[in-house]
């Protein structure tokens, strides 16, 4: 039995937007959306996490700072402008989510 628990665990980091009904409908509209969602290369995804649905990206690393985090809640601010152009987001919460995962 394998007991070395580091080979087994590991964590990553989720940061996005809390995925309403409003904002899955205004992105579902979106042509620009589902043309990047096809190709994407940039990681953009809906993930549920405890009993949530959330739209963001997974960090590439596990240490990040403040002003990355601003940066990348910039960036996806205007990703979900130019998706969703008719959707009202001055009231979307930026979300940080750590997760572990066992194998």
């Known amino acids: 039995m394998n007991t070395?628990?580091?080979e087994r665990v590991s964590s990553?980091?989720?940061a996005g937007f809390l995925l309403n009904s409003e904002l899955r409908?205004?992105?579902?509209q979106s042509k620009n959306y589902k043309q990047d969602k096809i190709g994407s290369k940039q990681g953009l995804q809906e993930v549920h996490y405890q009993e949530k649905d959330y739209f963001g990206i997974y960090?590439?690393?596990n240490?990040?700072?403040?002003n990355e985090l601003k940066n990348l809640e910039d960036t996806l601010q205007k990703k979900l402008e130019?998706?969703?152009?008719?959707?009202?987001n001055e009231h979307t919460t930026f979300f940080v989510l750590p997760q572990v995962f066992v194998r």
């Open 12 to 14: 990553k980091i989720f």
């Open 82 to 88: 130019f998706y969703c152009p008719a959707f009202n």
């Open 59 to 61: 960090l590439d690393k």
């Open 4 to 6: 070395d628990i580091t």
């Open 25 to 28: 409908m205004h992105l579902n």
């Open 63 to 66: 240490l990040i700072s403040y």
